[in-house]
């Protein structure tokens, strides 16, 4: 354990140099992981963004056939602007059994266990396979796990099951709430307050979209489904923000709202959106058009991370168990890209090394025994699988 250890420690610091803010490219790091898992002989893919400054990487050990384990996580991380570090957030420090630097939490201290463990899994992926996803832009949106799913679930050989290594102090996790953001944009036309009827306030449109979403929110709270177990059990609704207007005196021409959701199943997601949409386009935008054409109603997509529902049949969350020891499984309140791979028919479950509290925060750390444990689970896990 001792080598591999100090091997995970030292693919961390590597991938800790690799500056992956969400703002800018991760092909560095993504050519980085992809050399590791070429040299064990695995079958690399690398898929760019339309910019062709971000990329995902899908690989696989073992045979071509269709099911196995995936291993998953994103390689962004967030900024480090405007926070105290008390050391290079890019370049790894330990103090006191912790490695500190942006990421090692969130979340390259998975991927450099998995790196680490190279070796052991390509032994155990002899009859079935072992997959591996690391993504871009999970922190603004799950952007590269939406187009990885869209790729995955054209194919007739497809992973059967997905552990994706957020941290959660290695607890079993099999549920979380959906998160999505929107920003609104209502485009009016302006004039002067003492004849409100020339012109088109944009605050105050906006002000009904935003009561059509506490309508909303109330419905979400009669539809709980049965034996929810998240807190609340229901799906919520969020207003976020609303900038506008120009003085007392002027008509508002434009106001920017930005709200959330977090549904707890997906028939939940479609209503808001179908609601809202239809309520813009047959009530409001035909009432702001009617005094002036050119007004307008534009929805930005900020991210849409789909929910991962606990489920009382999860091959994953078994196989989760068997390898931590755990033996029960909780829900946690932060949404990662498990849902997505849900969502094409695979078994999931969040299970990896570090705090959760630890993520985005300046002077990030994980503990080295994290890591282990982390370690040890993929060591149990060539028993299990070579067994199955």
């Known amino acids: 354990m001792e080598g591999a250890l100090s091997r995970c420690r030292s693919i961390l610091a590597d991938l800790v140099a690799f500056p992956t803010v ?9 050519a980085y992981i992809a050399e590791r898992l070429a040299d064990q002989g695995a ?9 062709g400054q971000k990329a995902n990487l899908f690989a696989t050990l073992g ?11 994103h390689t962004d991380v967030v900024p480090v602007s405007d926070q105290n570090w008390s050391s290079d957030p890019f370049t790894l420090s330990e103090r006191q059994g912790k490695l500190f630097g942006r990421g090692t939490c969130d979340m390259k201290g998975f991927i450099a266990a998995c790196l680490a463990r190279l070796d052991l899994l390509a032994a155990m992926a002899t009859e079935r396979p072992i997959h591996f996803a690391f993504t871009h832009d999970e922190e603004v949106g799950c952007l590269g796990a939406r187009s990885l799913v869209k790729e995955l679930g054209k194919r007739a050989i497809r992973p059967a099951l997905a552990i994706v290594g957020e941290p959660t102090g290695m607890q079993v996790i099999e549920g979380h709430k959906g998160c999505c953001e929107y920003t609104v944009t209502f485009t009016g036309t302006s004039g002067h307050s003492s004849r409100p ?11 009904r979209y935003i009561a059509r979403l506490i309508e909303l929110r109330t419905r979400l709270i009669d539809r709980v489904p049965e034996g929810s177990r998240f807190l609340p059990p229901f799906s919520t609704l969020n207003i976020g923000g609303i900038e506008g207007g120009l003085s ?13 959701m977090r549904p707890v199943i997906a028939e939940d997601m479609a209503l808001v959106k179908n609601d809202i949409s239809d309520y813009c386009q047959h009530r409001l935008l035909p009432m702001m058009q009617a005094v002036a054409k050119e007004s307008a109603i534009a929805t930005a997509v900020i991210g849409e991370a789909a929910a991962l529902l606990p489920k009382r049949e999860n091959a994953a969350r078994d196989l989760a168990f068997a390898m931590t020891g755990e033996a029960e499984a909780s829900l946690v309140s932060f949404g990662t890209e498990a849902g997505f791979y849900q969502e094409i028919g695979m078994d999931a479950v969040v299970c990896g090394p570090g705090s959760i509290s630890e993520a985005h925060q300046p002077d990030e750390f994980i503990t080295l025994d994290q890591l282990s ?10 028993g299990i699988w070579t067994n199955q």
């Open 63 to 73: 045979p071509e056939r269709d099911g196995g384990l995936m291993l998953a996580g």
């Open 22 to 30: 969400s703002s800018d490219s991760n092909l560095p790091a993504i």
């Open 197 to 207: 009827e020339l012109g088109v306030n944009a605050i105050e449109y906006a002000a």
């Open 373 to 382: 444990r982390c370690l040890t689970m993929f060591e149990r896990l060539g």
């Open 43 to 51: 079958r690399i893919e690398i898929m760019t963004d339309p910019s």
């Open 248 to 260: 007392h005196n002027v008509i508002a021409p434009r106001a920017v709202l930005k709200w959330e």
